[in-house]
């Protein structure tokens, strides 16, 4: 019988990269699907990152995540970039096409199917308020502008990044964004249909900490959703839940996200009940 001990190579690249749970669910859909296929997990710093991606070459891997700080970095050493990854500036997920390393960013695409499939939602049409101005609230607020919605607020604490982040998206996008600066208690308006959190507040250890946020005025259809996925209840969703209100978790971005990425890379339909399994047995959830 023939034997072939090869395994595909993909991974993921970053500072700290420790608590990064992205493999444990790659490697179970891997498992699921009978692929000869690893997901290596690799610390490498801002010095490292172009010998790095050299590395990916070399090895001829099949892609790569990148995540904090390699994000916006990373573009500089890829043959080119996908449109969503263009438009939002940051890439973390690379795929190979032939001997070219391909930027794209699943990041928004990954909360949008959350939004789609989970909550049952088409934002085409909606008004979204979306808290925080870095990474994570770059990607979700170009998908939900290419997604079709009528109105989006970016609520910041910093007016420069939140400023900037409206001003490059709305040149990219042609998007319905504008700038509102987060100062004392933010009053989530009535007429909001979808209220994110894209900040980082709440995220593990900080797990007490909660945006301040009034959600006095939400209307009872108002989906209520977070970016950050540890612990996957946070105290903002809790407190959603406590006034009734439906609510989208980052673990539905997170397996979205990896979801993309298994069917970018490997070409076949991610098992995404095995992915989301794995993800909520490694986080304790
Ligand atoms: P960045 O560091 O790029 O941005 C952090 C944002 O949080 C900024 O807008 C910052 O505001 C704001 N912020 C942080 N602390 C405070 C505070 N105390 N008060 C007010 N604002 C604050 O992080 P990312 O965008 O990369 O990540 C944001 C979150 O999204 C993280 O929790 C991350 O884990 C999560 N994430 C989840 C993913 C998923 O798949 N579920 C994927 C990617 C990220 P300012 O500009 O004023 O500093």
């Known amino acids: 019988m023939a034997t072939d001990y090869k395994a595909e190579l993909v991974g993921v690249l970053g500072q700290p990269v420790s608590e990064n749970p992205t493999g444990v669910m790659?490697?179970?859909?891997?498992?699921?699907?009978?692929?000869?296929?690893?997901y290596l997990t690799i610390e490498v710093g801002p010095a490292q990152l172009a010998e790095a991606i050299r590395g990916v070459r070399a090895f001829g891997m099949r892609g790569i995540n990148l995540t904090i700080p390699h994000k916006v970095a990373v573009i500089a050493h890829?043959?080119?970039?996908?449109?969503?990854?263009?438009?939002?500036?940051?890439?973390?997920?690379?795929?190979?096409?032939?001997?070219?390393?391909?930027?794209?960013?699943?990041?928004?695409?990954?909360?949008?199917?959350?939004?789609?499939?989970?909550a049952k939602i088409d934002p085409m049409g909606k008004r979204v308020v979306l808290l925080g101005a870095g990474g994570a609230a770059r990607a979700i607020a170009t998908?939900?502008?290419?997604?079709?919605?009528?109105?989006?607020?970016v609520v910041n604490r910093s007016v420069e990044r939140g400023e900037t982040m409206v001003a490059d998206l709305r040149k990219s996008t042609n998007g319905p964004l504008r700038f509102e600066q987060w100062v004392g208690t933010y009053k989530v308006p009535a007429d909001a249909d979808l209220f994110v959190n894209a900040t980082s507040i709440g995220l593990y250890p900080n797990v007490d900490a909660m945006p301040d946020v009034d959600l006095s005025d939400v209307r009872k259809d108002t989906l209520v959703a977070d970016a950050v996925f540890n612990p996957a209840e946070t105290r903002l969703l809790k407190a959603a839940r406590d006034l009734d209100l439906p609510t989208l978790d980052g673990l539905s971005m997170l397996v979205y996200q990896g979801v993309i990425g298994f069917e970018i890379w490997t070409g076949l339909k991610a098992p995404e009940g095995v992915m989301k399994q794995a993800l909520q047995d490694a986080l304790g959830g």
């Open 26 to 38: 790659q490697e179970a859909a891997f498992a699921a699907c009978g692929l000869n296929w690893r």
């Open 78 to 118: 890829l043959d080119g970039v996908g449109e969503s990854a263009k438009l939002i500036g940051a890439v973390n997920t690379v795929r190979r096409d032939g001997d070219k390393l391909i930027g794209e960013n699943t990041d928004g695409q990954g909360f949008l199917r959350g939004v789609r499939q989970d």
């Open 143 to 153: 998908e939900l502008v290419l997604a079709g919605v009528s109105d989006l607020v």
